[in-house]
């Protein structure tokens, strides 16, 4: 399995193990962002959100590199074919 779906899995899988009732949103914003107040919250939302976003990005331009060098490589050896095949004389 690859590390992103690892990490893509956890939390379902916590979420799941643990009873809806008891988990307190409250207590457990207090204890990340030292307090549970939405107007305190705009900040530290905001920086995630930021972070999930530029994650996305990020992944988003790997994959699109190694696929464009995939199809680089592959029009490159399709190229290689022809040229053979020309200088063979079988077109």
Known sequence: MRLSS???ALPAVLMTAVPAHAVD???LLKQVF???D??????PIFV???LFALLFFWGALRIGKKRQ??????YNADMKDY???LRRGKS
């Open 6 to 8: 690892a990490f893509a």
């Open 69 to 74: 060098r995939r199809m680089i490589e592959n």
């Open 48 to 50: 995630l959100i930021g």
């Open 25 to 27: 949103f409250n207590a």
């Open 38 to 43: 939405p107007k305190d919250l705009g900040g």
């Open 83 to 85: 040229s053979t095949r």
């Open 34 to 36: 030292g307090s549970s």
